[in-house]
């Protein structure tokens, strides 16, 4: 790898140690970056050579002014105005990329974009970032195929499909196959770390076959489509080890620790259940595993006032403060084993 440059004070030359300290300060700020690169040229190949923060692609005026960086990990394309499938597959060919984040690109890029981007890392994609509403099927599916990816980040909107559809009793099938996003995602072998901002209409299952999964983030919007389960069997269905479930020969998260839950969903027909919740927490095997829920919408039946609340399985069995409520149970215990 290239030497540092060599660095003068007052016709002084620095020593090593010295210029090396002043290298590190310049190379820990991508705005003093930008500002050493234009000083000569020996310096830009140096900074292009070895700066290694998050690449903030907005600061560029346009794809032309992005130098071929060798060292860094992580491109942060948000607010990009120029971001289009060819600069897509141009950042594909930074040597050392391994993350990305992207947000409100609208139809800038396509899924087939996405797709081509996905393939070109191959293994070196570690984590996508996908925090709009204008992920769609395609991309969902292209993502899903990254054979390393380990740390995945989406907001699910209308994905591209009808949004007039409720779940109300009267609008027939969803737009989407309710099983879409679990038929997509399980079987992600190398998935880590899943967070998932359910946005628009559709109702879509959660995934249930994730064997390297260790955390888990759920946030519901108030007019979304995400139906919550109910039942406390519903929740042991989820890790796949209810035996009435049709999950139960698939469903595997073994390592599955966290579950933070965020809920706002206020059609009652959906709503997030104490009875799932004891279920499901009830259904991890890891030992200090927990669900923590900071908010709870309207049509929960949990004591939102009372949040943020962490359910654990000691918890669950009477052995925690009962949990708060809007019903009057005769104890968490007792909620637990009762209609399931």
């Not at 399980?186 to 249930?208: K, V």
């Amino acid at each position: 790898m290239q030497d540092a440059p060599t660095l003068t004070a007052q016709d002084v030359r620095l020593c090593l140690d010295t210029a090396g300290s002043v290298w590190l300060q310049i190379l820990s700020s991508p705005a003093a970056s930008r500002s050493a690169a234009k000083v000569c040229v020996l310096w830009r190949r140096f900074l292009i050579a070895r700066f290694e923060q998050v690449l903030l692609l907005s600061s560029f005026p346009s794809l032309a002014c992005v130098p071929r960086f060798q060292s860094v990990h992580t491109v942060d394309v948000r607010g990009t105005p120029w971001l289009n499938d060819a600069a897509l597959q141009s950042l594909a060919l930074l040597p050392t990329l391994r993350h990305i984040k992207l947000a409100c690109v609208a139809h800038a890029i396509t899924s087939n974009g996405v797709d081509q981007f996905v393939r070109a890392l191959g293994p070196r994609l570690l984590t996508y970032e996908h925090t709009s509403d204008s992920l769609d099927l395609g991309m969902i599916r292209a993502v899903a195929r990254a054979p390393a990816l380990q740390t995945l980040s989406m907001s699910l909107g209308d994905c591209g499909r009808p949004t007039d559809w409720k779940y109300d009793g009267t609008h027939g099938d969803p737009p989407l196959p309710y099983t879409f996003l679990a038929d997509t995602l399980n079987g992600c072998i190398s998935l880590r770390h899943l967070t998932l901002d359910f946005i628009g209409p559709h109702p879509f299952q959660l995934p249930y076959h994730l064997p390297a999964l260790r955390t888990l983030s759920i946030t519901t919007r108030e007019n979304c489509g995400f139906i919550w389960p109910q039942k406390a069997f519903e929740g042991l269905a989820f890790m796949g080890i209810w035996p009435r479930s049709k999950e139960a020969a698939g469903g595997n998260t073994p390592l599955l620790e966290r579950i933070t839950i965020e809920d706002r969903v206020s059609n009652p027909r959906s709503g997030l259940s104490f009875r799932f919740l004891s279920g499901w927490v009830c259904g991890l095997t890891v030992d200090v595993a927990a669900i923590t829920l900071t908010h709870a919408g309207t049509a929960s039946n949990v004591d939102n006032d009372s949040l943020p609340w962490t359910f654990t399985v000691a918890g669950i069995c009477g052995l925690d403060p009962e949990f708060p409520t809007r019903h009057d149970y005769e104890g968490p215990l007792d909620d637990y084993m009762g209609d399931w």
